[in-house]
Every structure is written in C-alpha cells, then in structure tokens.
C-alpha cells in the first residue's frame, strides 16, 4: 500500500516502515492497527500508536479504506428538487444537526438530491455501488420507495421520518405528527374558533397525513365538521395558493391550520390581501418553528418539529450499524411534539 523501503517517503514523511521497525512488529500488523483491522493484539495496537505518535505518521486514506472497505462518508440522500432544498430552513437544520454529530467521527457528508426519474435511479446506483458507508433519508414521498431499496441493499441507513413503506425494516426517527396536528386544531378551539379549515402537506408524504389526521381528529371530537382542507407542497407559494382556494370555497373560516410555517407564511398574504385581520378575524397556527414563525406578521403560534435532535439521533443510530455495534434492524423512536404560543392565535 505503501513504499516498502526503508527510506522516508515524499516530502520526508514518516513511512510505515518506519513506524513497523520502531513498534517492534510486521508492516502488515501495523497496516491492521492503524487502518482498523481485525486480529491485532491489545499489546502490538499500543506499540503501534506510540510509533505513529513518536514518528508523526499520517496513514494514507487510500490503503485505510483498502484494510476497512469504508470510505468514511455518509450520505444524506433527499428526493426533493434542489430549489426547494435551499429554499427550505427544515433542510438546513436537518444537515445541520446530521453533520454535527458526523464530525465528531470525522466522518464525510455527501448530499444526494435527486428527482424522481432518471436522476433518482442514478442515485439508486450511487448507493448500490457503496461510494457511501451509509445514508440518511429526508423528506421521503410514497413513490420514491427508498425504504424498499436500501433494506434490499442491507447499506446501513435511518430514514428521518417514517418511511411509507418497509418501515419494519429499516430504523427511523419522527415526531408524533398526529399528537401536532391535533394539539394546532386544539388551541383553535381553545380560542373559540367554530370554522377551522387546513392546509395541509402534501397526500404523499407521512408527515403531511399524519398532521391532517391529528387535525380531523380534534375537530370531529369537537363536533365540528371536517370538509374545508386543501392541500400544499410544504412551500410559501404553496400555502398562498392554497389559501386562495380554501378562503374560495369556505369565505366563513374563522380558524386556519397549517402543516408548515413557510406555507403559513404564504396562507398569511393571502389573508392580508382578502381584508382577514390575524388573530382578530381568523387565527392561525403553523408548523415547524424553524425561524420562519417568529418573523411573520404576526408571529405564527406554531407547533414545534424538533427536527435538530431528531437528525442528530438518526445519524447516532446510523453509525451504530457502520461500526457494527448493530445490524440494520427496524427501531423506531419517535419525538413529542411541542407547542409555541405567539400572536397569531
């Protein structure tokens, strides 16, 4: 893997060699401890590690990957087009909290978005060709059936929200969805609200049905009825749009839930430009609290999607399988929802 020579290597550098003949064992054992390998003893590992530090050796990346099979990178793979990734404040928190506990492990992030079609099948064959220890899956659509695909694989991977599929498969980390979306319908009621519509996230995704049935659960427990719903695409012209044709169909709304803070913010526009005054004509709750609800106006009363602590809890699970702590195994650990009371209801 390296030179076998007992000069230094380029530029001067410490060689294996070296750091062999001063721990007192084979080139090949302390390729093994260096790089990870197996069948090295406690006593030759520390030889070893006192050589690297004495000599100042740097291993190469290339043979480490050779001895390991790893490559030291994990993908965070989002079937989403790449103009909402950036627009989106739920994505930058969710690589946020992915890469914070990757660099604790020195580990690589490698973005994969891909479109469904084409470019979802390249990625597909990214993956099945293992450039990647392990992947972690975002905001996941019914047809893109990624669940099924990597627990055919057997990579290692957690899914960030629950999977429509192979979910007794594969690990994955939500939030209680249905508890959110009941708890924004219930402060509606809480403030008298008798005409509550949603705009909801879109049908093909878990977190966009779940939030709708938490909400249709609270109003029919309320008497209330459940006809003024429409959904959107988890976007701010989304929301507007969607807002439009609901105010449309049900001008009498005097309660609005949204299944996202950025749609929320659009929802509000439109609101502002039909003469509806927040809180005091229709009160409004979102979701997410992301940063978008505190710079609304008004502010948006939202449920919490504490999506940090969940990124970071999929990646901690996902490096478990890597480091062969656990095989890929279904776990399923699901965070509780929390509400942000502000001005808009």
Not at 121 to 146: E, T
Not at 241 to 256: F, K, R, S, W, Y
Not at 281 to 294: F, M, S
């Amino acid at each position: 893997m390296e030179g076998t020579g007992g000069g230094r290597g380029p530029g001067g550098q410490p060689t294996l060699d070296e750091v062999a003949r001063l721990a007192g064992v084979s080139r090949a054992t302390a390729s093994r401890a260096i790089n990870g390998g197996n069948r090295v003893s406690a006593a030759a590992r520390r030889a070893v590690d006192d050589a690297v530090r004495t000599l100042g050796y740097s291993p190469n990346p290339a043979a480490r990957s050779l001895v390991t099979r790893r490559t030291d990178s994990v993908a965070v793979v989002i079937p989403e087009p790449d103009e909402r990734v950036f627009a989106d404040p739920f994505f930058a928190r969710t690589l946020s909290g992915v890469n914070r506990v990757l660099d604790e492990r020195d580990l690589q992030l490698v973005l994969l978005l891909a479109r469904p079609g084409q470019e979802e099948a390249r990625m597909l064959r990214y993956l099945r060709n293992r450039h990647i220890d392990g992947a972690i899956v975002v905001s996941h659509h019914r047809a893109d059936s990624l669940a099924d695909h990597l627990a055919a694989l057997d990579l290692p991977c957690a899914f960030i929200g629950r999977p429509w599929t192979s979910a007794e498969r594969v690990p994955y980390v939500d939030t209680d969805n249905l508890a959110g979306g009941r708890a924004a319908a219930e402060v509606l009621l809480e403030r008298g609200c008798r005409r509550i519509g949603t705009v909801a996230g879109p049908a093909d995704m878990t977190a966009g049905t779940d939030r709708l049935e938490g909400w249709r659960a609270a109003l029919t427990d309320a008497g209330l009825g459940t006809d003024a719903v429409v959904h959107g695409d988890f976007t701010e012209s989304g929301g507007e749009q969607a807002a439009v044709e609901l105010l449309d169909a049900h001008p009498d709304l005097d309660g609005l839930v949204v299944a996202s803070d950025l749609m929320a913010a659009g929802a509000l526009r439109t609101l502002a430009a039909r003469g509806r005054r927040v809180p005091d004509d229709v009160k409004v709750v979102g979701y997410d609290d992301l940063g978008v609800a505190e710079h609304t106006d008004p502010p948006l009363t939202t449920v919490r999607n504490p999506i940090v602590e969940m990124s970071e809890h999929a990646t901690r699970l996902l490096i478990e399988q890597i480091e062969g702590e656990r095989g890929i195994q279904p776990m399923r650990v699901v965070f509780p929802p929390t509400l942000v009371r502000r001005a808009s209801a």
